[in-house]
T-cell receptor, first 110, second 114 residues
Framework: QKEVEQNSGPLSVPEGAIASLNCTYS??????FFWYRQYSGKSPELIMF????GDKEDGRFTAQLNKASQYVSLLIRDSQPSDSATYLC??????????FGQGTRLTINP | DVKVTQSSRYLVKRTGEKVFLECVQD?????MFWYRQDPGLGLRLIYF???????EKGDIPEGYSVSREKKERFSLILESASTNQTSMYLC?????????????FGSGTRLTVV
């Protein structure tokens, strides 16, 4: 079992709709969870983090965490073409390293 | 804003050359990391460092070494470059354990070994 699993996609969503990105992780010791966005040819940039069960909202982005189910998700409301990118899920476990999933490629169709 | 600077955006090197990739961060972060990213394989950790002169192997350290003589600088060394080391190399830094901040990445170095 991979440490972090994400659907590689591509996930295609119409402009203005909600994009839902999912991630499961195997390390029950993971304490905080990070979502990165990576545009093609660019380096990853941090867009959200969450460390408590429940929802965390920041603008059009909502991160959801369920530690009992070892599941974290990212919702993007009112999706825009500029949201087209690969989204990487990264739990932080007991060590100081982040463990990255392979990412979900999201395409927003105008 | 934290800035992580990688010295080269693109590099072309010959097989067998010794290659140095440099990374400098300006926010006094203790932790620094080197990853490579390849299509279909995601981000793979090569080496990391929690402090000056400290280094630890990541998941794929073979063929690489690192140096951290100063807190702000973390260098990745390809001892004898091979074509299978052609990749995008990403440096990152972070605050230590307990921080709610993730990594900040540099802009990456795309290395081609011919």
């Amino acid at each position: 079992q991979k440490e972090v699993e994400q659907n590689s996609g591509p996930l295609s969503v119409p402009e203005g709709a909600i994009a839902s990105l999912n991630c499961t992780y195997s390390d029950r010791g993971s304490q905080s969870f990070f979502w990165y966005r990576q545009y093609s040819g660019k380096s990853p940039e941090l867009i959200m983090f969450i460390y408590s069960n429940g929802d965390k909202e920041d603008g059009r982005f909502t991160a959801q965490l369920n530690k009992a189910s070892q599941y974290v998700s990212l919702l993007i409301r009112d999706s825009q073409p500029s949201d087209s990118a690969t989204y990487l899920c990264a739990p932080r476990g007991g060590a100081q390293k982040l463990v990255f999933g392979q990412g979900t490629r999201l395409t927003i169709n105008p | 804003d934290v800035k992580v600077t990688q010295s080269s955006r693109y590099l072309v090197k010959r097989t067998g050359e010794k290659v140095f990739l440099e990374c400098v961060q300006d926010m006094d972060h203790e932790n620094m990391f080197w990853y490579r990213q390849d299509p279909g394989l995601g981000l793979r950790l090569i080496y990391f460092s929690y402090d000056v002169k400290m280094k630890e192997k990541g998941d794929i350290p073979e063929g690489y070494s690192v140096s951290r003589e100063k807190k702000e600088r973390f260098s990745l060394i390809l001892e004898s470059a091979s074509t299978n080391q052609t990749s995008m190399y990403l440096c990152a830094s972070s605050q230590p354990r307990g921080s709610t901040y993730g990594y900040t990445f540099g802009s990456g170095t795309r290395l081609t070994v011919v």
